[in-house]
């Protein structure tokens, strides 16, 4: 087994390598925004949330452009297996070794995910030493739980990512397909459930926020926004127990399941 | 002997293409079985069937009694066959030891002293990366992994491409030597002078059928090529006997390869007053040629 892990880990350590560097980036470069803007005007200060930082790197890095840097690199860590080794030509050595079809797509996938979690859990490191820098504090425990939460639900973004390349091989048309398959329903999805966010405010913001926005009718969730990946990922602002998502993460888990039988199924059929 | 390898009309199609057309192999314990064959043959889809790489389209086909085509099976079969494909192209982000470290991890009976020999005798660098060897290095590191797995059977696909005369006769040798020790052995080649080297039984196939299966003693000793020459014009039907696998009439004179059978066939010739009989044994390539060219 550590011998498969091994192998997986030399072939993906440079895409997760620039994945590490891009989430620094992206948490650095919102961590000095912060540090240079004025928040106190913006939107969500409108709902009367005060300039809070821990609020700040929630919505900032949870909620949009870290999730999207994460899940970018997740694919790509996953665009992976046994058909990359058919063009590279490979393959007959892999599978003249004693090891099952199903065993190579796991022990790859458990590498991925594993260096996924990586990821996310560096981007603490990341803001711990950046909020040191600018002098904020935040709750490393709210940071921590978003870093595992949004793993939780970005399981979904590998398998998926891995299928598309199992059904479509070639680097750029694998992820397209990946990207336009996980896109097109996270803006449509986006577009329509984003003012439910409100309800992921803690009170008493929640009562001022449903108080100034007079058009806010969120009585219950359509069905649908259980399928609302990025929300899944980024939680509420205050996270714990209580408030995780976890209808949304049994949906994204069931469904995970269900992508990795077909690719599993799918990767038994191909003739090498 | 029991059998190591049996096909019952094993058949694969790509689309349209017949690759294999119902083919009934049987490769016994022990033998040094070749498995011939023109580009495109069937060869590497049968080999590749074997090893549960490609799914049969239809009939059976096993290997030490387990099923090709049950997944569990087939690796139970890896366990046991030391496979050697044919454009060896092995992971070239690894170095030499980090590939031979990384496929003894499969296999329990690994022979460390046997791997030991084999990097000095290929003179292989351990420390050197994959993609820095050349294609003849690339073969001798594909074939030691093979070599050193302690596998009852060994299914070389082509085994020699790429290597110089010298390293040939090293592998060939290896081959032997395993061999004594109670390796099975299946290998593909084109080099077909190898084939007459080591093999104890010959396969061959062509368009996905298989036109011979023989012991390579007796292909050396039944085929015969007869050349006779005849008072008057013959034609190709007054020689449609049981044992004759070409003809070729050209006026009065007309060439016959027999793979058996030849005492009659003599007989026949005589009895149409051949002026003048010729009969000398024939080379494996020369049967070979022979066949696929009858065929064409």
Redesign the interface.
Known sequence: MSALLYKAWRETRVRFLAGLAAVAIICIFQIEQHHTHDFSHSGWAGLGIPDDYGFFLWQYLYVYFLQQGWALFAVLLALDGLIREKASGTVSFSLGLPVSRKRWMFTRLAVVLMESAALSLFVVLVVIVGSAVIHQTFSLSQVFLHAVLMVAAGVIVIALGNLCYALFPGNYRSLLVALALLGVPYLWIQRHVQRTRVTDLPEPFRARAALQLTRLRVPHQPWWAHFDLAHAMAGPWQLNLTTTPWVALLVIWTLTALVLAVTAAHGDRIDY | MAAVIETVELKKN?GKHEAVRGLNLSVQAGSVCAFLGQNGAGKTTTI?ML?????PSSGTGSVFGRRIDN?NDS??I??K???????K???D??TVEEIV???K???PRWNHDFERRLMEQFDLPPKRKIRELSKGMRTKL?LL?GFARGCELLILDEPTEGLDPVAVEDVLQIVVSMTAEGTTVFFSSHQIVEVEQIADHVLMIDRGQLVMDAPMDQVKEQYRHIQAVFPDPVDERDFRLPGIETIQAKGCAVSLVASHNVDSILEHVHMLRATNVDVVPLSLKEIFLGKVKARS
């Open positions: 790509y590749k090893l549960g790489m490609v799914h997944e690796l139970l890896r366990q066959v030391a496979f050697v494909a044919e454009d192209r092995l992971y982000y690894m470290r990384f496929t991890t499969f296999f594909a992994l």
